[in-house]
Structures are given as C-alpha cells and as structure tokens.
C-alpha cells in the first residue's frame, strides 16, 4: 500500500505559479505510474496530467497543456505538478494518486487562483 500527501498548495493571483509536491510512503515509488487530478466546488474530480514510472512518459489534460508540468524524483520518493500562468479556472482541490492495477489517492491540496 502507498500512503500520499500533498503539498505546496495556496492563494496566488492570475498568472502568477505554484509547484505542488505529492510524498510517497514505501519502497516501491518508482514502480507507481503517478497522476495530478483536481476538483473544483460543484465539479467532479478531473485529469491533469499522469508520468509513467520512470517520469518517461507524461500525459496532460487540454487545460493545461503548456501551462503545468508534471515531474518526479524517484530518489525522493516524490511527485511534482508545477503550475504556471495560472488562471482562475485552475482553482480546485489538487489531488494526485498512484497507480499500478490499484489507485492510492492523497488527502487533497487547494488552489485558490485570484483574478
């Protein structure tokens, strides 16, 4: 089992960046395909972005296609989400979760993006 806890969450105005940080318990991160999702007021939980295992491979919702990068350390046993050019529509619980067969899901970071 993994446990997750995000991080790096905040109040940032339009246009300005934040990096989120997902910790992973265990000894077996690197074997894990990470994911980013969100949630805003009212909306369901979204896509973001995923990484495979080995950070060769990421994957990007529309929305932020250019605009957010996805990364990880496996040394440190952590996922990255970096956000830049952020909008008020960005503003949403962050999420992020580790697959392989199951999904492990973190308790959630806000994102509050002022205009």
């Known amino acids: 089992q993994v446990q997750l806890v995000e991080s790096g969450g905040g109040l940032v105005q339009a246009g300005g960046s934040l990096r989120l940080s997902c910790a992973a318990s265990?000894?077996?991160?690197?074997?894990?395909?990470m994911g980013w999702f969100r949630q805003a007021p009212g909306k369901e939980r979204e896509f973001v972005a995923t990484?495979?295992?080995?950070?060769?491979?990421?994957t990007y919702a529309d929305s932020v296609k250019g605009r957010f990068t996805i990364s990880r350390d496996n040394a440190k046993n952590t996922a990255y989400l970096q956000m830049n050019n952020l909008k008020p529509e960005d503003t949403a619980v962050y999420y992020c979760?580790?697959?392989?067969?199951?999904?492990?899901w973190g308790q959630g970071t806000q994102v509050t993006v002022s205009s």
């Open positions: 265990g000894r077996t991160f690197s074997t894990y395909a």
């Open positions: 979760n580790a697959q392989r067969g199951n999904v492990y």
């Open positions: 990484i495979s295992s080995s950070g060769g491979s990421t």
